[in-house]
Structure formats: structure tokens, C-alpha cells
């Protein structure tokens, strides 16, 4: 399964996230295990931040790429205090220095902050013509800001779960029709979703698990992807078979009742 995003490029719809990895000695060879052990598995999108463990997770995710950076999509993130023109650019060098690598595949603003958006997409679109970045996108964005931004914008990483279903009011729809595709962080609620009773009796139904349903839910729609974290390999083995899951109308009907969608507008939550 894929995703397309407007430069016609297509993305795995299932990827793999960072947040609170490399924050302890003890799991660390675990967390590496777990992220090659999806890149076997075809979950090539590695989603990462300079923020995370303040550059300890890219750091991480080098060493789990070394020796088969060609096979990954590679996202990072630049924290809005850095996302000054020349700011964004150190930020992005170290991040790639940390990384490994000469280049990133989506480079993202983790959110909005205070400085001028032209600012940091400048730095961008420097970033590209330098070879540094292919792509670029932000994060934490709703419909207003998605309107102020000005260039070739990518994606738009957000919080949708099936228990955050508030931009299915407005900010999904615009997104289906600027042709561009949401990335779901989050996508089981960083765990909280996985001992619903609607989630274990759809997974009961399909001989699956509560984590593997969640999942489904989010891909069933073809302008999203998801990039939950998995620090085990089996937790990432059982996501990746989510890909195969489909989700039936009585199913989505259940879980629609248990994880009512949106009845108005709703701002954009975020973590
Ligand atoms: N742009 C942003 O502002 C932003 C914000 C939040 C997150 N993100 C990105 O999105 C990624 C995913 O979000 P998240 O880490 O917040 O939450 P998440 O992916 O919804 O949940 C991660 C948690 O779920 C557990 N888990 C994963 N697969 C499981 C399975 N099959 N069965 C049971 N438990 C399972 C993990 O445990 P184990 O570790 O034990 O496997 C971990 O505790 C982040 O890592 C980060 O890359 C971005």
C-alpha cells in the first residue's frame, strides 16, 4: 500500500516513528532490531525529529539505517525555535549529520512557532537546491495555516486516530482536494486506544488484534499514512500485517459508534 504525495512520488502507507526511542541504554539494540526488522517488512518510512531525545533518536535511527539508507524514505522535523532561514539550515545539517547521511527525504516545521512561515520555507527551498532535502512538508497544521503556506508543500503530519477524529471535519477534506496527503502520528493513540472493547471485539472478528484494527481504521483512507512506534520486533511484525486487514462496513459502522466521528468543527489537537 501506498500513498502519493503532489510530486507524484508514491510513500509507504505504513512507516515507523521515534518518539521516545533512544531513551534508554537497555532497549536500545531492541529499537534497532525493531526498525530493521520493519524495513525487511517494507515499512520503509522512518519518521524522526532533531527534537527527540534532543538528537539521540536520529542518532539512533543512523545506526539502524547504516548500510541501507537507499532503501528508506527518511523524514525529520525542525523545531519552530530553529526554523529561521539559517536556522533551519544548521538544524538540518546537524540532522544529517546525526543521521548519517547527505540527504533527507521530507524535511518537516514540527509546528508553528513565531517565526514568519516564508522564512522557514526559504531555507526549504535552499535546502532542495543544495541536495540536502528532497521533499518538505510541516507538521501541526489546521486548514488556516495550510492556507497561509506558500510553495510545494508535501504533507502535513497530525494527530488522527480513532479517537482523535476532529480534522475529519474540514482539514481531511482539504487535504483530498489540494491532492495532499495527511501523515497520522499517533495512530493508537500511543497506546491508549488498544484496550477498547469495540477494537477487541472488530479484532476478534477478524482474528486480529486491537493495535492491528486501529491501524486499519486510519489506512482505510488512500491520502493517509501512518507511523506508529514500535520498539519490539514483534510489535512492528504485528503492525505490518495491519496492511493486509480489511475493515468491513459493519465494522466501521461499530467502531463509529464506539469513536463517533466529528459533529462540527473542532481546532487540531496535537501531542
Ligand atoms: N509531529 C508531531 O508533533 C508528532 C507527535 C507525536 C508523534 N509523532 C510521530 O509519530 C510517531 C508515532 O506516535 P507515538 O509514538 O506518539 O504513538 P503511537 O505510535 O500511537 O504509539 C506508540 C506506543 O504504542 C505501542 N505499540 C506500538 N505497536 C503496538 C502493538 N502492535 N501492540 C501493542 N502496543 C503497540 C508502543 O509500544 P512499544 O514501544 O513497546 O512497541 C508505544 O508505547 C512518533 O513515534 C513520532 O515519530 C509526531
Redesign the pocket.
Known amino acids: 500500500m501506498t500513498v502519493t504525495l503532489p510530486s507524484g512520488e508514491t510513500i509507504p502507507a505504513l512507516g515507523?516513528?521515534?518518539?521516545?526511542?533512544a531513551e534508554s541504554a537497555s532497549r536500545r539494540a531492541a529499537e534497532i532490531a525493531?526498525l530493521r526488522a520493519g524495513l525487511d517488512l517494507g515499512l520503509t518510512l522512518i519518521?524522526?525529529?532533531e527534537m527527540?531525545g534532543s538528537g539521540a533518536a536520529e542518532s539512533l535511527v543512523g545506526e539502524a539505517v547504516r548500510g541501507r539508507r537507499d532503501e528508506v524514505f527518511l523524514v525529520s522535523?525542525v523545531l519552530p525555535s530553529n526554523a529561521s532561514t539559517a536556522g533551519t539550515v544548521r538544524a538540518c545539517e546537524a540532522s544529517l549529520r546525526r543521521l548519517g547521511t547527505d540527504r533527507l527525504d521530507l524535511y518537516?516545521l514540527?509546528?508553528r512557532g513565531s517565526v514568519p512561515l516564508a522564512r522557514t520555507v526559504d531555507a526549504f527551498e535552499r535546502l532542495r537546491e543544495a541536495g540536502k532535502i528532497r521533499h518538505w512538508g510541516v507538521?501541526?497544521f489546521d486548514v488556516a495555516d495550510m492556507r497561509e503556506l506558500p510553495g510545494f508543500c508535501q504533507t502535513n503530519?497530525?494527530?488522527y486516530?480513532l479517537s482523535r477524529r476532529g480534522p475529519e471535519h474540514d482539514l481531511l477534506p482539504w487535504h483530498a482536494s489540494a491532492g495532499m496527503p495527511i501523515m497520522a502520528?499517533?495512530?493508537?493513540?500511543?497506546?491508549r486506544?488498544?484496550d477498547s472493547p469495540a477494537l477487541a471485539e472488530v479484532a476478534r472478528r477478524h482474528d486480529a488484534?486491537?493495535?492491528?484494527v486501529a491501524l486499519a481504521w486510519v489506512l482505510r483512507l488512500p491520502h493517509v499514512n501512518a507511523?506508529?512506534?514500535?520498539?519490539?520486533v514483534?510489535?512492528?511484525e504485528?503492525?505490518a500485517a495491519a496492511l493486509s486487514l480489511r475493515l468491513s462496513s459493519e465494522d466501521l459502522a461499530e467502531l463509529d459508534r464506539a469513536f463517533p466521528p466529528p459533529s462540527g468543527p473542532e481546532p487540531l489537537a496535537?501531542?
Do not use: R
Request: charged content about 15%; hydrophobic content about 40%.
Open positions: 515507523m516513528g521515534t518518539w521516545m526511542m525493531a519518521d524522526t525529529a527527540y522535523k518537516l514540527h509546528w507538521s501541526n503530519q497530525i494527530l486516530n502520528y499517533s495512530p493508537v493513540e500511543q497506546g486506544l488498544l488484534t486491537p493495535a492491528q507511523i506508529p512506534k514500535a520498539g519490539t514483534e510489535h512492528v504485528e503492525n496535537m501531542l
